[in-house]
């Protein structure tokens, strides 16, 4: 896959796509987020609509890797380098909200080289690619391609959150992307200005 540049993935959507199927693009500053907190009331989800993520055209891959502001999939490393991990969360469906969306990722164990990931709300199907009209968009995961056996380890405290609204801002998130319960994002309402990227950092040894 060509190596996206990384201003490219911040600003893929409010660059290329014009409106949520159809229209202009509102103005990201006065669109207001849902709430990120948790939502326990069965209400909510009722009036949440159908979310799905990730299947509109222009939606990027789901996992990719990132080495000198590039984005791709595979990525080239060396036992000491870190690399950073993007992952691609879009809610495409219009009026609809993502309930307590989760993000949870797989470090291959021993010398494995592919990382997985997986995406889901409460309220979704969860996807562990980004699938458009039933094709895969790049490649499953992310491959990690070294020269030697590696073992990949999460780098602790650099999980970090970007909305599509706010492409300057990172949002410090905690750690547990990589445990058994994944990482709780908040909710994710739908149309392409609700975009996030989930970027963490993992070291080749």
Known sequence: M???PLIVVAFLTIILIAG???GNTPV???IPYPSDSVMNDPGDIINAGNPRFNFMNGDIEFVLGGQDELWSDPVSANPGDVINVLLYVHNGVVDSLAVNTMVHVNLPADDGS???ASLSADNTE???DTVINGEIVGLPGLTINTPSSCQLTYVPGSTKMYKTADPGEAIQMPDGI???DGLRVGNVAGCWQFIRHIVFQVRVG
Request: hydrophobic share 40%; glycine share 12%; net charge neutral.
């Open 114 to 116: 592919l990382i997985s």
């Open 126 to 128: 969860t996807i562990t």
């Open 20 to 22: 949520c199927g159809g």
């Open 178 to 180: 990589c445990s058994a």
């Open 2 to 4: 060509k190596a996206l």
């Open 28 to 30: 990201a500053q006065d």
